[in-house]
C-alpha cells in the first residue's frame, strides 16, 4: 500500500484530500486507481508531472514500480532557462 500525497494543486479534483492510500504496484496503475477516485486527476497526472517515490525524483515515472508502504508525491513540472 502507498500512501500518496496530493498538494494543493491536485486537490481541486479530491476535495481537498491532502493524503490517500493506494494499492498499486506500478505508477501507473496508482494513477488509474487515483482517477477512478478522483475523476479528473488522471490526466493532470499524466502530463508533465515529476514523481518523488520515497524521496527519490522519477522524471517518466509511468513503468516504475512501487515499493510496499512507498511514500509517493507528485510534483509539477518547473521550466526552466
Given at each position: 500500500m502507498?500512501?500518496?500525497?496530493?498538494?494543493?494543486?491536485l486537490?481541486?479534483?479530491t476535495?481537498?484530500?491532502?493524503e490517500?492510500?493506494v494499492?498499486?504496484a506500478?505508477?501507473?496503475?496508482l494513477?488509474?486507481?487515483?482517477?477512478?477516485r478522483?475523476?479528473?486527476?488522471?490526466d493532470?497526472?499524466?502530463s508533465?508531472?515529476?514523481?518523488?517515490?520515497?524521496?527519490?525524483?522519477?522524471?517518466?515515472?509511468t513503468y516504475?514500480?512501487l515499493?510496499?508502504d512507498?511514500e509517493?508525491?507528485f510534483?509539477?513540472?518547473?521550466?526552466?532557462g
Amino acid at each position: 500500500m502507498a500512501r500518496v500525497f496530493l498538494g494543493s494543486a491536485l486537490q481541486r479534483f479530491t476535495g481537498g484530500v491532502e493524503e490517500v492510500d493506494v494499492q498499486a504496484a506500478t505508477v501507473r496503475a496508482l494513477i488509474a486507481e487515483l482517477d477512478r477516485r478522483f475523476p479528473g486527476v488522471g490526466d493532470q497526472l499524466r502530463s508533465g508531472i515529476a514523481v518523488a517515490i520515497d524521496g527519490e525524483i522519477i522524471a517518466d515515472a509511468t513503468y516504475e514500480p512501487l515499493p510496499e508502504d512507498a511514500e509517493v508525491h507528485f510534483l509539477p513540472a518547473i521550466g526552466g532557462g
